[in-house]
């Protein structure tokens, strides 16, 4: 039961940095991006910086395995 919560909170994290990503390829600013996600600016310029470096799309632990999904 904890596993799938965990599992259901990277999905939104990693959800969320992705909505970032494709607002700002739509050209939208980084405060139009938090407002509409209801996040921090902060939070949305962290996001597309490590998207930008290759850094952190994926989940935190780097995982993305069909193993590690379908526990």
């Known amino acids: 039961m ?3 919560f965990y599992l259901s ?3 939104c994290r990693m ?3 992705i909505r970032c ?4 390829a739509e050209d939208w600013t980084t405060v139009m991006i938090a407002k509409s ?3 921090d600016e902060t939070t949305v ?3 597309l910086h490590d998207w930008l470096n290759g850094e952190k799309i994926k989940p935190e ?3 993305t395995t069909s ?3 379908h526990r």
């Open 2 to 4: 904890h596993y799938q």
């Open 9 to 11: 909170e990277v999905y």
């Open 15 to 17: 959800r969320d940095r």
């Open 21 to 24: 990503v494709l607002l700002a």
């Open 37 to 39: 996600q209801l996040i």
């Open 45 to 47: 310029r962290r996001h």
């Open 61 to 63: 632990n780097g995982d």
């Open 67 to 69: 193993d590690t999904l």
